[in-house]
């Protein structure tokens, strides 16, 4: 693949996506988009650059989607669904006793697994919850796999990663070769398309954020601007949680870490003057955290 090519697809990636690729990722391009531009009839990466260039929507949209990297699991990590149990979990309970709702945002969900482990975790605790509203978004860039997390089908393969045998004996069923989870779990999660780059503020307000394992393909202007966004619409007594490599220290005081809870996160109270870029604009600033 030539320079140029290689700089527009960068470029066009960080753009849409908010994917931040080094110098030296042309592998990584070539290896993810010669099978798409094969697909779509095109013999080159040039030749799907020149297309791409032609402004067609759809083809875009496949090239984010094919770069996007999807790997999840349940119970990822274990800890941040210890903390959801032990710590957060018990303190809303308290402090929403008289409200009685609770709303999650999963923010990068890939395929469901991570919603589907806060759902199965919610189900464990049902007796604390009798006469609870408790809400879990779920959004991703991709609409493929917005559609798998819907449909809740998983491999056997999928299933031994991380999920407890006596989970998936209680919460799925099987399926020919697949398991599916069952529809009371899958009717706890609500999905939407949702680029992280764009507008978000529409979603309402949450108790508690997953953020977990995207923001880490991000450049630090993106970060700080996502920090900011996610902060105007947390509760103040809210929590995020974020992945094992990600973190906001050094970044943004918007949020501030919980000692002795790695991971964990709340509202500093710091106000943000961050704004989404629009589609396709110049992306925004780094000032404004
Ligand atoms: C590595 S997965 C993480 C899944 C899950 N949160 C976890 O930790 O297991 C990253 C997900 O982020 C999504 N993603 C990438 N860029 C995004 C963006 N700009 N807005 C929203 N989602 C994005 C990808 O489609 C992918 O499903």
């Known amino acids: 693949m030539n320079q140029p090519d290689y700089e527009f697809l960068r470029k066009l990636l960080r753009d849409k996506s908010g994917l931040d690729l080094s110098a030296d990722k042309q592998y990584l391009i070539e290896s993810r988009l010669l099978p798409l531009a094969r697909k779509a009839g095109l013999a080159s990466i040039s030749d799907l650059v020149q297309k791409l260039k032609d402004g067609s929507s759809a083809l875009i949209s496949q090239v984010v989607e094919a770069m996007t990297t999807n790997e999840t699991f349940f119970f990822r990590d274990k800890v941040p669904f210890d903390h959801f149990r032990d710590v957060i979990m018990p303190e809303l309970l308290k ?162 870490p919980l000692a002795d809870r790695r991971g964990l996160y709340r509202p500093s109270g710091v106000v943000s003057t961050a704004k989404a870029p629009l589609p396709g604009a110049p992306r925004v600033a780094a000032a404004g955290n």
């Not at 949702?194 to 995207?214: A, M, P």
């Not at 973190?247 to 943004?252: A, M, S």
């Open 95 to 256: 402090a929403r006793a008289n409200r009685k709702s609770i709303r999650i945002w999963c923010a990068a969900c890939s395929t469901g697994q991570e919603p589907y482990s806060l759902a199965m975790s919610l189900k464990e605790m049902s007796a604390a919850l009798a006469g609870w509203r408790v809400e879990i978004v779920a959004t991703d860039l991709s609409q493929e796999v917005l559609e798998k997390s819907k449909a809740g089908l998983y491999s056997q393969f999928e299933v031994q990663r991380g999920l407890p045998i006596q989970l998936l004996v209680k919460y799925f069923k099987q399926a020919g070769e697949l398991w599916q989870i069952n529809s009371d779990v899958r009717g706890m999660v609500q999905h939407r398309q949702l680029n992280l780059l764009h507008d978000f503020s529409q979603l309402g307000t949450f108790d508690i954020v997953f953020c977990r394992n995207v923001l880490i393909y991000f450049d630090q202007e993106t970060k700080i601007n996502i920090f900011g966004r996610l902060a105007k619409l947390m509760e103040p007594d809210g929590f995020l949680v974020l992945g094992a490599a990600e973190t906001v220290v050094g970044l943004t005081d918007v949020f501030k």
